[in-house]
T-cell receptor
Framework: AQSVTQLDSQVPVFEEAPVELRCNYS??????LFWYVQYPNQGLQLLLK??????LVKGINGFEAEFNKSQTSFHLRKPSVHISDTAEYFC?????????????FGQGTELSVKP | SAVISQKPSRDICQRGTSLTIQCQVD?????MFWYRQQPGQSLTLIAT?????????ESGFVIDKFPISRPNLTFSTLTVSNMSPEDSSIYLC?????????FGPGTRLTVT
């Protein structure tokens, strides 16, 4: 079975500082990995995804993530955050053997950017 | 990409009643799913909405409580039956492919 652990439930950071949101996964087979963002009272928006190939993935809004197979991690990073990045961030996993697109989510990380 | 809409966006319902949530995708998608997001928590998959056949439910979710229809490749409904306050959640549908899922804005349900 697959699972996802987001290591931080809340991450407070000052504006223009760098941030890293940590995600570890567990799976016995190859996986696809995703980061989604949820702004207050809205649905989920895909930030970026890793399917195969280059382990460094760039997404929208200046975010990037690095797939590390040996450490089973997929941490999300941004070099300089803005107030508008305040939101809930979810790491998710699916895979070729996981009935096509079915996502298993981590618990979420609340990013709070302060001025 | 795909744009997904849901109706209603929110509702307040009485205990014991049922609510049907609609999910419309602006293009044909192979896969559609329904998720529940309880207050302050992550998303939990309820079921896979299969086009033209019965939905596939995850452990802990049953068809009698959450009947799902998917008559075509762009539309699905989820009914929350015989509601109790514990059903108060955000219900989200998603649609897409094996490689990418797009989410609707969610339906915020409050059961009193």
């Amino acid at each position: 079975a697959q699972s996802v652990t987001q290591l931080d439930s809340q991450v407070p950071v000052f504006e223009e500082a760098p941030v890293e949101l940590r995600c570890n996964y567990s799976s016995s087979v190859s996986v696809y990995l995703f980061w989604y963002v949820q702004y207050p009272n809205q649905g989920l928006q895909l930030l970026l995804k890793y399917l195969s190939g280059s382990t460094l993935v760039k997404g929208i809004n200046g975010f990037e993530a690095e797939f590390n197979k040996s450490q089973t991690s997929f941490h999300l990073r941004k070099p300089s955050v803005h107030i508008s990045d305040t939101a809930e961030y979810f790491c998710a996993v699916s895979g070729p053997h996981n009935q096509g697109g079915k996502l298993i989510f981590g618990q979420g990380t609340e990013l709070s950017v302060k001025p | 990409s795909a744009v997904i809409s849901q109706k209603p966006s929110r509702d307040i319902c009485q205990r014991g009643t049922s609510l049907t949530i609609q999910c419309q995708v602006d293009s044909q998608v192979t896969m559609m799913f329904w998720y529940r997001q309880q207050p302050g928590q992550s998303l939990t998959l309820i079921a896979t909405a299969n086009q033209g056949s019965e939905a596939t439910y995850e452990s802990g979710f049953v068809i009698d409580k959450f009947p799902i229809s998917r008559p075509n490749l762009t539309f699905s409904t989820l009914t929350v039956s015989n509601m109790s306050p514990e059903d108060s959640s955000i219900y989200l549908c998603s649609g897409g492919t094996n490689y990418e899922q797009y989410f609707g804005p969610g339906t915020r349900l409050t059961v009193t």
